[in-house]
């Protein structure tokens, strides 16, 4: 049974719908991947699955029961704009959140000492917000949203601002998350995150789920369009071989030609070898980045 | 769940508690009633009595006046003014007020049309207020005692002319209840009074602290996770009450610290001078002041709380609460005209109106004899419109606490909440 369930899902803010029939399922222990430029509806359909507004068409299911106070102690929201009280100390604004979300004051603590443990900063446990820096504050605020361990966790931009060493260090925390049965809702802008961790994604575009399904399948429908090729030496005559659209040299070596299709990939490793030994060649599949703004790109038009 | 409810409201609390500005605040504004408090016996002690103001006049000039005014001092137990003789002119009276031999000196010149010679008190300072009246009231007597000397009346006439007029004001009580003396009276004004501006900077105060609160909140964002954590409503309740505690005990340090020191020995004699007494004070009052107090707290949090939640930046707070802090001060200023007025008509109309009512019922029942559906007739509006604030200004917090960017017109809200379904 799947943790979440999303189903036909509408929502209108007067005369503009800003969430049009989506559904999806997120399974236990599983990431799923909500993409979308800005302004696409994902904010609102995160709002909806946390029970802060109501879809007027469709339902949520959560375990399989719909929503109500019990379904809202097991949601975890990481909202996309920080915020905590910045005059407050750690340990009592998470405490306090921790126990509007049910939680006994002892195990709150607890946990949090946990958490703090972990993200090597237990000195942080009396300082007040403000005191902190803006990554650390972050790492605050992640531990606000899974303090109370969360069935389903939401999580809006989770890594933006944060060191490439946080940034590992909170995927790291995700993905063990994931492995304890967290189903886990995933909304960035940062496509190598995605690719990374998630199984299953929906790219929305002006409030339609515009692509929906498994990141391998999705990247099935698209065409690999991408050879890249390299060699010591110089290659001269790319661009005559058959089915190649376009030559674009690397600034440190290499070349990355744009093709029609796969099949002449073969040929371009042959016009290659045929020059001298090559030290790389790849035809590339798509990247996530590729396909969204292809798909949200030519939505545009 | 009320855990939840409770759980917001001891957040509140102790924050609240916690904070430099609100224990500073406490700490200064009881000192500042300590003092108050003490103010009579220190006023006592400071003030005239003992210390009589040396006052010159130039040997020899106008004799007959100056001994009545001598006269008239001696007489007095605690006489505020003593006379000191300097020889010479005008000259060496300047002199002597200049090293401050003397508080200051008369001068007098004749008056042909009067009769009475007029006199001036040349002092450092304009504004001698005591020691010039008290002198205005001697020389009044002298020049009485001067006429009715001249007109040769009998020391019984005299006496009979100088008692004053007596009129005595009785309250004329037309329901059961007992007509209240002067005593209380002035005990009930003064009541009314405290209780009119305790409502009204417990409005002001603790409804600022609300919004100010609230808007921080949506400010910083937290509100974000809040609202997925604990419905709006008791989010609202529990601060609004969390903030009401702590109001009510800074209120309670503040009053024990005053009446605390009205208690004091030293204090006891210069309250009876003054005609207060605190056991005067009408019990039934005391209930109808903790009620209207309680009343009009509420009804002006929720309003708070909701222009609270529709603003998104601090900076834009003051402006909206702006139409609140108008009605709190219209309230509290017709309030302050009902004082001396009671049963005008003005009053009798604003006290169904349920902004003002908190102020306006309680003055009319200390002040004045309402009827007892006049009170009741006021007090059902109040409540129902407190019910029907608190349930409109929770709607407007559930939807305005989600809505960023610039302040909503009310259209918007409207419209937010069809789309919220609230």
Same mark, same amino acid.
């Given at each position: 049974?799947?943790?979440?369930?999303?189903?036909?899902?509408?929502?209108?803010?007067?005369?503009?719908?800003?969430?049009?029939?989506?559904?999806?399922?997120?399974?236990?222990?599983?990431?799923?991947?909500?993409?979308?430029?800005?302004?696409?509806?994902?904010?609102?359909?995160?709002?909806?699955?946390?029970?802060?507004?109501?879809?007027? #068409?469709?339902?949520?299911?959560?375990?399989?029961?719909?929503?109500?106070?019990?379904?809202?102690?097991?949601?975890?929201?990481?909202?996309?704009?920080?915020?905590?009280?910045?005059?407050?100390?750690?340990?009592?604004?998470?405490?306090?959140?921790?126990?509007?979300?049910?939680?006994?004051?002892?195990?709150?603590?607890?946990?949090?000492?946990?958490?703090?443990?972990?993200?090597?900063?237990?000195?942080?446990?009396?300082?007040?917000?403000?005191?902190?820096?803006?990554?650390?504050?972050?790492?605050?605020?992640?531990?606000?949203?899974?303090?109370?361990?969360?069935?389903?966790?939401?999580?809006?931009?989770?890594?933006?601002?944060?060191?490439?060493?946080?940034?590992?260090?909170?995927?790291?925390?995700?993905?063990?998350?994931?492995?304890?049965?967290?189903?886990?809702?995933?909304?960035?802008?940062?496509?190598?995150?995605?690719?990374?961790?998630?199984?299953?994604?929906?790219?929305?575009?002006?409030?339609?789920?515009?692509?929906?399904?498994?990141?391998?399948?999705?990247?099935?429908?698209?065409?690999?369009?991408?050879?890249?090729?390299?060699?010591?030496?110089?290659?001269?005559?790319?661009?005559?071989?058959?089915?190649?659209?376009?030559?674009?040299?690397?600034?440190?070596?290499?070349?990355?030609?744009?093709?029609?299709?796969? #099949?002449?990939?073969?040929?371009?490793?042959?016009?290659?070898?045929?020059?001298?030994?090559?030290?790389?060649?790849?035809?590339?599949?798509?990247?996530?980045?590729?396909?969204?703004?292809?798909?949200?790109?030519?939505?545009?038009? | 769940?009320?855990?939840?409810?409770?759980?917001? +409201?001891?957040?509140?609390?102790?924050?609240?508690?916690?904070?430099?500005?609100?224990?500073?605040?406490?700490?200064?504004?009881?000192?500042?009633?300590?003092?108050?408090?003490?103010?009579?016996?220190?006023?006592?002690?400071?003030?005239?009595?003992?210390?009589?103001?040396?006052?010159?006049?130039?040997?020899?000039?106008?004799?007959?006046?100056?001994?009545?005014?001598?006269?008239?001092?001696?007489?007095?137990?605690?006489?505020?003014?003593?006379?000191?003789?300097?020889?010479?002119?005008?000259?060496?009276?300047?002199?002597?007020?200049?090293?401050?031999?003397?508080?200051?000196?008369?001068?007098?010149?004749?008056?042909?049309?009067?009769?009475?010679?007029?006199?001036?008190?040349?002092? !450092?300072?304009?504004?001698?207020?005591?020691?010039?009246?008290?002198?205005?009231?001697?020389?009044?007597?002298?020049?009485?005692?001067?006429?009715?000397?001249?007109?040769?009346?009998?020391?019984?006439?005299?006496?009979?002319?100088?008692?004053?007029?007596?009129?005595?004001?009785?309250?004329?009580?037309?329901?059961?209840?007992?007509?209240?003396?002067?005593?209380?009276?002035?005990?009930?004004?003064?009541?009314?009074?405290?209780?009119?501006?305790?409502?009204?900077?417990?409005?002001?105060?603790?409804?600022?602290?609300?919004?100010?609160?609230?808007?921080?909140?949506?400010?910083?964002?937290?509100?974000?996770?809040?609202?997925?954590?604990?419905?709006?409503?008791?989010?609202?309740?529990?601060?609004?009450?969390?903030?009401?505690?702590?109001?009510?005990?800074?209120?309670?340090?503040?009053?024990?610290?005053?009446?605390?020191?009205?208690? +004091?020995?030293?204090?006891?004699?210069?309250?009876? !001078?003054?005609?207060?007494?605190?056991?005067?004070?009408?019990?039934?009052?005391?209930?109808?002041?903790?009620?209207?107090?309680?009343?009009?707290?509420?009804?002006?949090?929720?309003?708070?709380?909701?222009?609270?939640?529709?603003?998104?930046?601090?900076?834009?707070?003051?402006?909206?609460?702006?139409?609140?802090?108008?009605?709190?001060?219209?309230?509290?200023?017709?309030?302050?005209?009902?004082?001396?007025?009671?049963?005008?008509?003005?009053?009798?109309?604003?006290?169904?109106?349920?902004?003002?009512?908190?102020?306006?019922?309680?003055?009319?029942?200390?002040?004045?004899?309402?009827?007892?559906?006049?009170?009741?007739?006021?007090?059902?509006?109040?409540?129902?419109?407190?019910?029907?604030?608190?349930?409109?200004?929770?709607?407007?917090?559930?939807?305005?606490?989600?809505?960023?960017?610039?302040?909503?017109?009310?259209?918007?809200?409207?419209?937010? +909440?069809?789309?919220?379904?609230?």
């Amino acid at each position: 049974m799947s943790s979440l369930k999303v189903n036909r899902i509408i929502k209108n803010y007067g005369d503009k719908t800003a969430v049009n029939g989506l559904s999806f399922e997120v399974s236990e222990g599983e990431i799923y991947g909500l993409l979308g430029a800005n302004g696409a509806g994902k904010t609102t359909t995160m709002r909806m699955v946390l029970g802060l507004i109501l879809p007027d #068409e469709g339902d949520i299911r959560y375990l399989g029961k719909p929503y109500g106070q019990e379904q809202l102690r097991m949601l975890g929201y990481l909202p996309e704009e920080r915020g905590m009280y910045p005059k407050i100390k750690v340990s009592d604004q998470i405490i306090y959140l921790a126990q509007l979300r049910g939680m006994s004051r002892k195990d709150a603590e607890q946990n949090l000492k946990r958490w703090l443990e972990k993200f090597q900063v237990p000195e942080y446990y009396n300082k007040k917000v403000e005191e902190l820096s803006k990554g650390n504050q972050q790492k605050i605020q992640f531990i606000a949203a899974v303090i109370h361990n969360p069935k389903i966790l939401i999580l809006d931009e989770a890594f933006s601002g944060l060191d490439p060493v946080n940034v590992e260090l909170l995927k790291t925390t995700v993905k063990e998350l994931r492995d304890a049965g967290t189903s886990i809702v995933f909304s960035t802008h940062r496509m190598e995150h995605v690719e990374e961790l998630c199984r299953n994604i929906t790219i929305m575009h002006k409030s339609n789920p515009v692509l929906q399904g498994s990141i391998k399948d999705i990247k099935k429908k698209f065409p690999q369009e991408r050879v890249v090729v390299a060699s010591d030496g110089d290659i001269t005559g790319l661009e005559s071989v058959a089915g190649v659209n376009g030559v674009f040299r690397h600034e440190h070596g290499g070349y990355e030609l744009k093709v029609s299709a796969p #099949e002449a990939g073969q040929r371009i490793l042959q016009h290659a070898l045929s020059q001298g030994p090559i030290t790389r060649f790849e035809i590339m599949e798509p990247t996530l980045n590729e396909i969204f703004i292809k798909t949200v790109g030519e939505n545009h038009e | 769940m009320n855990s939840s409810l409770w759980t917001v +409201m001891a957040f509140t609390i102790r924050n609240k508690i916690r904070s430099k500005a609100f224990i500073i605040m406490t700490i200064i504004l009881a000192v500042l009633l300590v003092v108050a408090g003490n103010l009579p016996y220190l006023i006592d002690k400071l003030g005239g009595g003992d210390k009589a103001t040396k006052v010159g006049y130039a040997e020899g000039q106008q004799p007959q006046i100056v001994q009545g005014l001598k006269d008239y001092y001696g007489q007095l137990p605690k006489p505020d003014v003593k006379l000191v003789s300097i020889a010479g002119s005008e000259e060496q009276l300047k002199g002597a007020l200049e090293k401050g031999d003397i508080g200051g000196y008369l001068t007098f010149a004749e008056d042909k049309e009067t009769g009475f010679p007029k006199a001036t008190y040349n002092a !450092k300072s304009a504004f001698s207020g005591g020691t010039s009246s008290s002198l205005t009231a001697a020389l009044q007597k002298i020049k009485t005692d001067r006429i009715i000397k001249d007109a040769g009346m009998t020391e019984e006439q005299k006496k009979q002319l100088s008692t004053p007029v007596s009129l005595d004001t009785q309250k004329v009580s037309f329901s059961n209840e007992k007509g209240k003396s002067e005593e209380e009276q002035g005990m009930a004004i003064g009541l009314t009074y405290a209780m009119i501006i305790l409502l009204f900077m417990g409005v002001m105060i603790s409804g600022q602290l609300i919004a100010t609160e609230i808007t921080a909140e949506k400010n910083s964002r937290v509100m974000e996770i809040l609202v997925t954590s604990v419905s709006p409503l008791k989010q609202m309740w529990g601060k609004i009450l969390g903030t009401f505690i702590v109001a009510m005990l800074q209120i309670v340090i503040l009053i024990g610290a005053l009446v605390i020191n009205l208690m +004091m020995p030293q204090n006891a004699d210069s309250l009876a !001078k003054f005609g207060i007494d605190l056991s005067t004070i009408d019990a039934t009052l005391v209930v109808y002041a903790i009620f209207f107090y309680l009343a009009g707290f509420f009804l002006y949090a929720t309003l708070f709380a909701a222009v609270g939640s529709i603003v998104s930046r601090t900076e834009d707070l003051g402006q909206a609460v702006l139409p609140i802090t108008m009605l709190t001060l219209v309230g509290f200023y017709i309030a302050m005209f009902g004082l001396t007025h009671p049963d005008h008509i003005l009053i009798q109309v604003c006290q169904y109106i349920p902004f003002f009512s908190p102020f306006l019922m309680f003055l009319r029942i200390g002040l004045s004899e309402p009827a007892w559906w006049e009170i009741a007739l006021s007090l059902v509006i109040l409540l129902a419109s407190i019910l029907g604030i608190g349930w409109l200004s929770a709607k407007i917090y559930r939807v305005g606490v989600l809505m960023y960017g610039k302040r909503p017109s009310m259209k918007e809200i409207v419209k937010a +909440m069809k789309a919220y379904k609230v």
